[in-house]
T-cell receptor, first 111, second 112 residues
Framework: DVKVTQSSRYLVKRTGEKVFLECVQD?????MFWYRQDPGLGLRLIYF???????EKGDIPEGYSVSREKKERFSLILESASTNQTSMYLC??????????FGPGTRLTVT | LAKTTQPISMDSYEGQEVNITCSHN???????ITWYQQFPSQGPRFIIQ???TKVTNEVASLFIPADRKSSTLSLPRVSLSDTAVYYC?????????????FGAGTRLAVHP
């Protein structure tokens, strides 16, 4: 079975802190994704990566950056966390674009 | 951008068949339609994928008309454990490299 793991299930940070969310997949997938999920808004794509060191902006990249130095690892970075970035963050990977495997999510609270 | 529209919520009873329809008027010619299921506090899980006509697996069926402007996920004989949010996903290349869009999701509640 494909396994996608995220570094934390719950995280509490203060406004202005730099935040790192880590995602690791064990199936040698080329594609990796970061989404955020908010009530009533469904899943919104922040960034995705189709290869090591490659990245593309999704629908809502503002305030976020990403890093993919190794194929199995995709990091989401909040340079200066703000309260409106309080959300559930979901990582996914795929070998084809439409069959994505998701991690359990990280619930981030920024106070 | 291809926009998807789904009902916000649906209710059903155990043992009934449930059909959830997703509208996607601007779907691209080569794009597939995929449905995901999400339980509380978990990431979405792939259910089924199709391009045209009908696809069936052990969990669900997917019906896609010839114009592909909509699709219907069919869950046969639902049980309480099918209570979840269901998302319709279509590919969209108008914004660049394989940009993907999730629908807002349909919250299905199955009652005893």
């Amino acid at each position: 079975d494909v396994k996608v793991t995220q570094s934390s299930r719950y995280l509490v940070k203060r406004t202005g802190e730099k935040v790192f969310l880590e995602c690791v997949q064990d199936m040698d997938h080329e594609n990796m994704f970061w989404y955020r999920q908010d009530p009533g808004l469904g899943l919104r794509l922040i960034y995705f990566s189709y290869d090591v060191k490659m990245k593309e902006k999704g629908d809502i990249p503002e305030g976020y950056s990403v890093s993919r130095e190794k194929k199995e690892r995709f990091s989401l970075i909040l340079e200066s966390a703000s309260t409106n970035q309080t959300s559930m963050y979901l990582c996914a990977s795929s070998s084809r674009h439409y069959e994505q495997y998701f991690g359990p999510g990280t619930r981030l609270t920024v106070t | 951008l291809a926009k998807t529209t789904q009902p916000i919520s649906m209710d059903s009873y155990e043992g009934q068949e449930v059909n959830i329809t997703c509208s996607h008027n601007n779907i691209a010619t080569n794009d597939y339609i995929t449905w995901y299921q999400q339980f509380p506090s978990q990431g979405p899980r792939f259910i089924i994928q199709g391009y045209k006509t009908k696809v069936t697996n052990e969990v669900a069926s997917l019906f896609i008309p010839a114009d592909r402007k909509s699709s219907t996920l069919s869950l046969p004989r639902v049980s309480l454990s099918d209570t979840a949010v269901y998302y319709c996903l279509v590919g969209d290349r108008s914004g660049g490299y394989n940009k993907l869009i999730f629908g807002a999701g349909t919250r299905l509640a199955v009652h005893p």
